[in-house]
């Protein structure tokens, strides 16, 4: 018997050198057609809005719609969510001839070979110039995510997903916003604007402006189902970051009956009984910084406050920076070398939301320069406020770059 192990392996070699090298690394193409409307309208060259740069590639119509292929797909509350390691392919769909009326693109992926038969869920996504929404990380305009589709040999070259109509609405309200009772210019970084979040799962769903007379407004594309939305107004001037959320707090938390605000199918107009209108009390915050080197940098600096110093590492999900992020800030405040006078010396300025005394702030200095490829950072440290008298003169000392 043992002299036929060595003809075994021999012969098992030879079947694995035959073999391709990974089959894994073998693809399979599927293809088939999707029919794309808005609001019943097909989704065509006759209704295309502007041209927009979004994620652009090179010869390819801006408003294309893209597939993505998954495995498998699970519920977050009413929200579908896919695990990326289930991602098996991408395509954008082609729309031909460009002014097919009825919105039918054609399209065709390569999968891992290996994967066929098996159920096959569709993400499609399309991005329209009026359309804001950030899923996680990715912008990608109106989104819907198909049913399983069983594809298989007998049906890969003709898979057909059938008609994705994209709901889209609009929201608007009035909401006038001022710091200190004084209108937002909307000059000189001064900007206020509405921010809508969703509630299962927390993430960014679109931002608009507010205008000085408090009109807002932007178009969504509905889900299938009512949804919960969390609403927060963010301001700046001078420096200064301002939140305040209109429905609930922290908009990862549940919101409560009487304060949901839900979506579908139809336009909305959006009151805040609580808030007719929103003031935002600041402070603005004053003094010198002193920088030394021993040879003249060009460098942007920039003074961030807080009031808790682990904003300074600590983003809202419990991740780890190494940076002040504007984010996690109350105010900051931003100079150039070329501000620096003969002493090394500058002026600066800030706000920040207003605090009762007595009070400690926290800030923390950090520049960037030889075009932002180095960059020095301070350690965090206190300032103490008693009074009033306080928010002015504030001398933050000397730092050297070297």
């Not at 069983?150 to 009035?174: P, R, T």
């Not at 300074?312 to 190494?322: E, Q």
């Not at 926290?362 to 075009?371: D, G, I, S, T």
Request: proline letters at 6%; one cysteine or more; hydrophobic letters at 40%.
């Amino acid at each position: 018997m043992k002299k036929f192990i060595p003809i075994f392996f021999i012969i098992l070699v030879l079947i694995l050198i035959s073999c391709p090298n990974n089959i894994e690394d073998k693809t399979v193409k599927i293809k088939g057609t999707v029919n794309i409307a808005r609001n019943g309208l097909p989704w065509n060259s006759e209704n295309f809005s502007e041209i927009i740069e979004w994620d652009y590639i090179p010869n390819r119509p801006t408003e294309r719609p893209r597939l993505l292929a998954f495995t498998s797909l699970e519920y977050n509350g009413q929200i579908l969510e896919y695990d990326l390691n289930n991602h098996i392919g991408t395509a954008y769909a082609i729309n031909s001839p460009i002014n097919n009326i009825d919105g039918t693109y054609n399209w065709e992926m390569d999968i891992p070979y290996n994967k066929l038969p098996c159920l096959i869920y569709f993400e499609i996504s399309l991005p329209m110039k009026d359309i804001y929404f950030n899923f996680g990380m990715r912008n990608i305009g109106a989104r819907k995510v198909t049913e399983g589709i069983w594809v298989s040999a007998s049906n890969q070259n003709n898979v057909d997903i059938g008609l994705i109509n994209f709901n889209i609405i609009q929201l608007s309200g009035n909401l006038p916003v001022t710091i200190n009772g004084e209108p937002i210019d909307y000059e000189d970084d001064q900007y206020s604007l509405m921010g809508v979040y969703h509630s299962l799962p927390f993430t960014r769903f679109t931002e608009t402006l507010i205008f000085p007379n408090g009109d807002w407004s932007f178009t969504v594309a509905a889900e299938d189902f009512p949804m919960p939305l969390s609403f927060q107004i963010e301001a700046s001037k001078n420096g200064g970051l301002f939140k305040q959320y209109l429905n609930g707090s922290f908009p990862t938390q549940a919101l409560e009956p009487e304060n949901l605000i839900t979506i579908h199918d139809i336009d909305k107009e959006i009151i805040f009984p609580s808030y007719p209108t929103i003031d935002i009390k600041a402070h603005t915050l004053s003094g010198t910084i002193e920088i030394t080197q021993t040879e003249n940098k060009r460098f942007l600096g920039i003074i961030y406050f807080v009031f808790d110093k682990n904003h300074f590492y600590s983003g809202f999900d419990g991740s780890l920076i190494d940076y002040p992020n504007m984010n996690q800030s109350e105010g900051r405040a931003g100079f150039f070398s070329w501000d620096l006078d003969s002493d090394g010396v500058t002026q600066w300025s800030t706000m920040i939301p207003a605090f009762s005394f007595p009070h400690v702030l926290y800030a923390l200095f950090r520049c960037h320069y030889e075009n932002g490829s180095r960059s020095f950072e301070s350690n965090y440290f206190e300032i103490e406020f008693n009074s009033v008298e306080d928010l002015t003169n504030i001398n933050l000392g000397v730092f050297n770059i070297n």
